[in-house]
């Protein structure tokens, strides 16, 4: 069975920094996309970065110029680097993958969530 283990959240003040990262883990012949999701309380899931295997990478609006996605193929890890974070990005953040398994079976993959909270 493939996992995704998530770590990296806290609490930080406005302005401050996180960085996630996210280890894919078991019968795993390649990964095609790896990205982040969040959730606020009240709201709907959505995404924040996504990134292929080719390194092409898609950043909602909302974070732009101050979330950076990068991934270690080697790993089997994606990361995401928070910076200058604002009240609004308290959400739990979710890691999501797209994996082919050890048996060609290609599968959807979510990770159990890390809490990031920014509040003074």
């Known amino acids: 069975q493939v996992q995704l283990v998530e770590s990296g959240g806290g609490v930080v003040q406005p302005g401050g920094s996180l960085r996630l990262s996210c280890a894919a883990s078991g019968s795993i012949f390649s990964i095609n996309i790896m990205g982040w999701y969040r959730q606020a309380p009240g709201k709907e899931r959505e995404p924040v970065a996504t990134?292929?295997?080719?390194?092409?990478?898609n950043y909602a609006d909302s974070v732009k110029g101050r979330f950076t996605i990068s991934r270690d193929n080697a790993k089997n890890t994606v990361y995401l680097q928070m910076n200058s974070l604002k009240p609004e990005d308290t959400a739990v953040y979710y890691c999501n993958a797209v994996i082919l398994s050890s048996v060609l079976r290609a599968d959807d993959y979510w990770g159990q969530g890390t809490q990031v909270t920014v509040s003074s």
């Open positions: 990134i292929r295997s080719g390194g092409s990478t």
